[in-house]
């Protein structure tokens, strides 16, 4: 048998690729190593039409908005609920706690499976589940049985929330990736606007069971919009996890029964060593007769096994990295400090202000506004300049560009958050709140949208996995934040809360300067040593 040899194929297609500092076709110890963000597959989603992007775009956004609708628009009716089932306040709590665990850590498993059986088929799975748990949320006699529910719709809806910024990564070039993940992330923020009014208006003309009929026939549509119209965009010549796969195919041809090795030519001490490519960027070697572009016999034959479908070990690959650890902290922090933020202030406005449901929801809707346009409008700006540094830098670009733009929010947001605390704390006028709001989700949002899009582009091949672990600790941290709102709340006023915050996001910021400062030298430090095990 004649050794492996890694193939050289051209590409299929011709995207624009942007060129590394770190450069993807060097050797770091004698092994080939490729750009697997720009392998040559078949149909490459990269090249579709403005058109398919753009429907795909669409469906994604829209389940993602649902996904996120889904968490809060049961708040205005929790009273409804407790009184109609016989429950607690502590009960009524449960069904919130556990759909933020819940559908902060479960994407994790979606994620791995969209790498193994792609992101068509996890989209209808998870559209199944959250069907059927908005369906038995609407039909609950129980408190217990709501709670139960909640954690099945949950599962289902935090599908989109991992693997819809890996579907765009999947079909847009590094260079596109802000302005489309600012137009993507739009869609979640006004999800949660959005929920305390159509949960309050709903319960109020009919009743609670209402809100979770709605979210039940959304999601219908949903699902058939990715039955009918969402074309596949993971090609598994792009995945790490499927790389991995292929590699231990290939080895365990070349062992025969009694577990030997047939060494290639004339000794086997020229036979290259396997090392798993969940680890590194490296060509796996294949067979002369395979082609890495085209499906064929070989490659079909591969099977997964439970060692690739685990989805902790790549969840620890992406915390082994600083870089990545230090951004999702940061994340972690700046959504936490807004589910804090949408709680405590409903709150005020009910205790200070005596707003109905309705009412506060629509003071709600400026932080939702402030966002949205913050996500957009920071997109563009993220683009604009990664291209101008690149110009600068001769055309090279390393990942860490892209928190480059994230400098202009620093300025602002700790501030806007100490006059909203003193704000609320003096009782001023209401409408210093909504303005105040909209700054704040404006501000916010525009850091976090940078940060996101380079856990994108610092983990090529990873990007459902960074974006699962990234929703991991963005759940686990809102749910602590939410636990300790209403005691620190009552105990600093919120004063004492939103400056103690202000705090607490400079230091945020300080994380990811320090990360735009350092992350290359740590990125590449970790790549040498994850080729070396």
């Known amino acids: 048998m004649a050794n492996p040899t890694v193939v050289k194929t ?70 409804l609920i407790e009184e109609d089932l016989h429950a607690t306040s502590s009960q009524i709590s449960w069904t919130l706690a556990a759909f933020l665990v819940v559908q902060g850590n479960f994407p994790l498993i979606w994620s791995a499976a969209s790498e193994i059986r792609g992101r068509k088929p996890v989209y209808l799975v998870a559209s199944a ?45 590094t260079h596109e990736r802000g302005t489309t993940m600012g137009i993507f992330f739009a869609a979640p923020l006004l999800g949660p606007a959005l929920g305390p009014i159509l949960g309050g208006s709903l319960s109020q003309a009919f009743n609670w069971r209402a809100s979770f009929y709605f979210l039940l026939i959304c999601e219908v549509i949903i699902f058939m919009s990715f039955l009918v119209l969402f074309k596949d965009t993971y090609r598994r010549e792009r995945s790490l996890t499927y790389r991995s796969a292929l590699q231990r195919l290939l080895t365990s041809r070349e062992r025969v029964p009694n577990g030997s090795i047939i060494a290639g030519h004339e000794s086997s001490k020229d036979h290259t060593p396997v090392k ?40 620890f690959q992406i915390l082994s990295r600083k870089n ?44 939702g506004v402030g966002s949205i346009a913050g996500s ?62 909209l700054l704040i989700g404006f501000s916010s949002i525009w850091m976090y949208t940078s940060t996101l899009a380079y856990l994108v582009d610092a983990n090529p091949g990873r990007s459902c996995t960074a974006v699962a672990t990234n929703s991991s600790f963005r759940g686990s941290l809102a749910f602590v934040s939410i636990l300790i709102a209403v005691p620190l709340q009552n105990a600093l006023g919120d004063g004492g809360l939103y400056t103690a915050w202000a705090g607490v996001l400079v ?27």
């Open 324 to 367: 990545n650890v230090l951004i999702l902290i940061a994340n972690g922090l700046v959504f936490g400090f807004s589910y804090c933020l949408s709680y405590t202030c409903a709150r005020t406005l009910a205790n200070s202000y005596g707003y109905s449901a309705f009412t506060i929801g629509l003071v709600l809707l400026c932080l």
């Open 129 to 173: 589940l959250f069907m059927a748990g908005s369906a038995a949320l609407a039909l609950s006699k129980t408190i217990e049985m709501m709670i139960g529910m909640r954690v099945l719709q949950a599962a289902g809806s935090c599908a989109v929330m991992a693997i819809s910024a890996a579907t765009l990564a999947d079909m847009y070039d």
């Open 10 to 79: 051209p590409y299929v297609s011709k995207p624009q690729i942007l060129r590394q500092n770190t450069d993807v076709e060097s050797s770091i110890d004698g092994h080939s190593t490729i750009d697997i963000e720009h392998a040559p597959v078949n149909d490459d989603p990269r090249q579709w039409g403005r058109a398919r992007k753009t429907t795909t775009l669409c469906i994604v956004s829209l389940a993602t908005m649902m996904s996120a609708l889904a968490s809060n628009i049961q708040n205005p009716s929790n009273s």
């Open 376 to 437: 957009v409008i920071s997109g563009r700006w993220s683009d604009r300049v990664l291209a101008k540094m690149m110009k600068a830098n001769g055309g090279k670009w390393y990942p860490e560009m892209r928190l480059e733009s994230s400098k202009l929010a620093m300025l602002w947001l700790p501030p806007f958050v100490v006059g909203y605390a003193w704000v609320c704390e003096k009782h001023v006028n209401v409408a210093v709140i909504c303005i105040l709001l």
């Open 276 to 315: 798993d490519t969940e680890k590194q960027l490296q060509q796996p070697n294949i067979p002369d007769d395979i082609s890495v572009a085209s499906s064929t016999p070989g490659l079909d034959d591969v099977r997964l096994s439970i060692r690739d479908i685990n989805p902790f070990p790549p969840y």
């Open 507 to 533: 230091v945020t910021e300080l994380l990811v300067l320090l990360v735009l400062h350092k992350g290359e030298s740590w990125r590449r430090a970790s790549e040498e040593r994850e080729l070396k095990y």
